[in-house]
């Protein structure tokens, strides 16, 4: 299985603060790679496929990068909005496995 | 309007077995894969498996904690998609999820909760 490192697990930050979010893969994924972002008690939403394509209606303060097996969410000024988890998630191989998840708080 | 909906949880036995489905509206589901999530409280999401569609093969992966207990089908006559899932445990307690393609917004989900 292609294993996802996530870092770092909580991140704490203002707004206005440039954030940045690491994964690395075990294996090289072709560029399959999503994240999604994670508000309390709602289901994960899509940021980001294909490694660095924005999702559709997805503010342009994020955004994301690929060199490799690293990939580096970064979201460009933090709004209140913004304080969630994120997880990456690989679909290059059968099995697709989640990154352990990045909580950014205040 | 693109729609999916899962259902068909509940309360169920561990070793007892639960069919959800995924019911989808508003565009061709023969030409998509479907993926099935899961998220237990407290806990991150957890990919649980992929159907592809019959022009890839109609072929389905699994996750490892569910491979061997687990069937993920389709009718695309019908537009659904289905999770079968078999000798349930408790720790398959969850909100599940299914989507078109491999990645997207998980939407509402449907409780699986196994328990004695």
């Known amino acids: 299985d292609i294993q996802m490192t996530q870092s770092p697990s909580t991140l704490t930050a203002s707004v206005g603060d440039r954030v940045t979010i690491t994964c690395r893969a075990s294996?090289?994924?072709?560029?399959?790679l999503a994240w999604y972002q994670q508000k309390p008690g709602k289901s994960p939403t899509l940021l980001i496929y294909h490694a660095t394509t924005l999702e559709t209606g997805v503010p342009s303060r994020f955004s994301a990068t690929s060199s490799g097996t690293e990939f580096t969410l970064t979201i460009a000024s933090l709004q209140t909005d913004d304080f969630a988890t994120y997880y990456c998630?690989?679909?290059?191989?059968?099995?697709?496995?989640f990154g352990q998840g990045t909580k950014v708080e205040i | 309007e693109v729609q999916v909906v899962v259902s068909g949880g509940g309360l169920v036995q561990p070793g007892q077995s639960l069919t959800l489905s995924c019911t989808t509206s508003g565009f061709d589901f023969a030409d998509f894969g479907i993926t099935w999530f899961r998220q237990a409280v407290g806990k991150g999401p957890e990919w649980v498996g992929f159907i592809r569609r019959a022009a890839s093969g109609g072929t389905s992966e699994y996750a490892t904690s569910l491979r061997g207990r687990s069937i993920i089908s389709r009718d695309d006559s019908k537009g659904i998609a289905y999770l079968q899932m078999n000798s349930l445990k408790t720790e398959d307690t969850a909100m599940y999820f299914c989507?078109?393609?491999?990645?997207?917004?998980w939407g509402q989900g449907t409780p699986v909760t196994v328990s004695s």
């Open positions: 294996q090289s994924l072709g560029g399959w």
């Open positions: 989507i078109r393609n491999q990645v997207g917004d």
């Open positions: 998630q690989q679909y290059a191989s059968d099995i697709r496995l």
